[in-house]
């Protein structure tokens, strides 16, 4: 089945720099790819995703890449921000279910003033 | 605004004790999905639901139980909760191959 590795899973980054979290996936199949946000205390919530007929979208300071032949995507975030700070997952569709996800183990950012 | 609420936000329970989650959404999504969520292993699948009374198990269902009568309900059921069920429960709804909407979230603890 699809299996979703993400790294790092810590990142700290000074406030107003660029940070990357990248994720691989093991199924070609899957075609939806969406990252989630999980503040402290809080649900997680869709900030950014990307379907596999697309290599690149951007909203404001988020992006998302993704490279179908290497089977990994990519989240940047530029200028970052306090608010920033939180949990991010990523996350795969799987083939057979579509509406169903694996999602990768997260990667706690924390933005330094 | 989708809408996804669930029963509580801590829970205590003794071992061996039955234990009700439940999860409720207000926007006619027809899939429903429960998960856990424990530190450093994200967001696992216990069972999911693509439609009322129907139940698919998901990655970890073993010791849970779930139960969907109406479309906006999904209930998690654990059976006869174990120490090693402490974690966070989350339910999500969704409608076919889109994102997920997430419910607060009911940290569980069993004693």
């Known amino acids: 089945g699809e299996n979703v590795e993400q790294h790092p899973s810590t990142l700290s980054v000074q406030e107003g720099d660029s940070a990357v979290i990248k994720c691989t996936y093991s199924?070609?199949?899957?075609?939806?790819f969406p990252w989630y946000k999980q503040e402290l205390g809080k649900r997680p919530q869709l900030i950014i995703d990307i379907r596999s007929n697309v290599g690149e979208k951007k909203d404001q300071r988020i992006a998302v890449t993704l490279n179908k032949t290497a089977k990994h995507f990519s989240l940047h975030i530029t200028e970052t921000q306090p608010e920033d700070s939180a949990v991010y997952f990523c996350a795969a569709s799987l083939p057979n279910y579509g509406q169903n996800f694996v999602f990768g183990p997260g990667t706690r950012l924390s933005v330094l003033p | 605004d989708v809408k996804v609420t669930q029963s509580s936000r801590y829970l205590v329970k003794r071992t061996g004790e039955k234990v009700f989650l439940e999860c409720v959404q207000d926007?006619?999504?027809?899939?429903m999905f429960w998960y856990r969520q424990d530190p450093g292993l994200g967001l696992r699948l216990i069972y999911f639901?693509?439609?009322?009374?129907?139940?698919e198990k998901g990655d970890i269902p073993e010791g849970y139980s779930v139960s969907r009568e109406k479309k906006e309900r999904f209930s998690l059921i654990l059976e006869s909760a174990s120490t090693n069920q402490t974690s966070m429960y989350l339910c999500?709804?969704?409608?076919?191959?889109?994102?997920?909407?997430f419910g607060p979230g009911t940290r569980l603890t069993v004693l």
């Open positions: 199924d070609s199949a899957s075609n939806y």
């Open positions: 639901s693509y439609d009322v009374k129907m139940k």
């Open positions: 999500a709804s969704s409608l076919q191959g889109t994102e997920q909407f």
């Open positions: 926007m006619d999504h027809e899939n």
